[in-house]
C-alpha cells in the first residue's frame, strides 16, 4: 500500500461561496500564490458554483489549477428545472465532479441510491469523480462508523467498473468535522481513509486499492494539513474554508509536495 503509488489531490470546494468576478479574483490570487512554487507533487482543483465556472475555467487556464462542479445530475438532459448535467459541465472545461456531500445529504434530501445515479452520468460524460462519504457524530459515538462508510462506499460505485474506478477519488469527510473547526485527529483520519481503502480492495482487489486517492476532509487548514497529509492513507484533501483563503490554501499546497 505505498502511498508514492498514488497522486495526491488537494481540492477546494467553494460551497456557495462567491459571484462570476469574485472567482476570477480568487483563481488569480491562488495562481499568484502558487508563482515560482512546486506544485506537481500534486493535483489542484478548485469547485466552484455553477455560476462561476465559466469565469474560473478562463482564470485558471494555464495554470496548474483544474475546474470542478460541486454536483451533477444523473440525467443526460430533460424536465428536471434547475439542473445540470454531466455534458453540460463537460463542455464547460469542468473535469471533476463533487459527488454524494454531506450538506446535499443532510439539506437536498441526497440518498446513496442518488449518488450512484450520480457517479454513473458524471463518469460516462468523461469527469473525474471526488465522491464523499462519512458519518454523523452520533454513527462515531455508536461505534458504526467503518460500517457507515463501507455502506455509503459500496452503494455509490455499484455497477461502476475497475476501469472507471481510475476516474473516481474518495473523500472521507466526517460530518462533524465539516465547517466546524473540529478536525479528526490525524490518526483518526487514517484509520477511516485505511478502512475505506479496504472496502475498495475487497470490491476491486489490492492494486486498486493501493492506486485509489482517498482525501481527508473537515476543517483542514494551513496549520493542520501537513500533520493530516503524512498519514498513509490520506492522499490528499477536500478543504471548504480554507481553500477561500488563497494563501492558506497555498500553504496546503505546499504541504502536499
Ligand atoms: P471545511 O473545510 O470548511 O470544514 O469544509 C470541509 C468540506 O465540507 C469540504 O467539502
Request: aromatic letters at 4%; charged letters at 20%.
Amino acid at each position: 500500500m505505498n502511498k508514492q503509488l498514488r497522486k495526491a489531490v488537494i481540492a477546494g470546494n467553494w460551497k456557495m461561496n462567491k459571484t462570476p468576478a469574485e472567482a476570477t479574483e480568487l483563481i488569480n490570487a491562488i495562481k499568484a500564490e502558487l508563482d515560482g512554487k512546486k506544485t506537481d507533487g500534486c493535483e489542484i482543483v478548485a469547485c466552484v458554483p455553477y455560476v462561476d465556472i465559466a469565469n474560473a475555467v478562463e482564470a485558471a487556464k494555464g495554470s496548474p489549477i483544474h475546474i470542478g462542479a460541486e454536483n451533477v445530475h444523473w440525467e443526460k438532459s430533460g424536465a428536471y428545472t434547475g439542473e445540470i448535467s454531466a455534458d453540460m459541465l463537460k463542455e464547460c472545461g469542468v473535469e471533476y465532479v463533487i459527488i454524494g456531500h454531506s450538506e446535499r445529504r443532510q439539506y437536498f434530501g441526497e440518498t446513496d441510491g442518488t449518488v450512484n445515479k450520480r457517479v454513473h452520468a458524471a463518469l460516462e460524460a468523461g469527469l473525474k469523480v471526488i465522491l464523499c462519504v462519512g458519518e454523523l457524530l452520533t454513527e462515531r459515538e455508536q461505534g458504526v462508523t467503518a460500517e457507515i462508510v463501507a455502506k455509503q462506499t459500496k452503494i455509490a460505485l455499484l455497477g461502476v467498473t475497475a476501469e472507471q474506478l481510475k476516474n473516481v477519488i474518495i473523500a472521507y469527510e466526517p460530518v462533524w468535522a465539516i465547517g466546524t473547526g473540529k478536525t479528526a485527529t490525524a490518526d483518526q483520519a487514517n484509520e477511516v481513509c485505511g478502512a475505506i481503502r479496504m472496502v475498495i480492495g475487497g470490491l476491486y482487489g489490492l492494486k486498486a486499492a493501493a492506486g485509489i486517492t482517498i482525501q481527508y476532509g473537515g476543517s483542514m487548514n494551513a496549520k493542520n494539513a501537513s500533520e493530516l497529509l503524512a498519514k498513509e492513507h490520506v492522499d490528499g484533501g477536500l478543504i471548504g474554508g480554507a481553500s477561500l483563503k488563497a494563501p492558506d490554501f497555498g500553504v496546503i499546497i505546499a504541504a502536499a509536495q
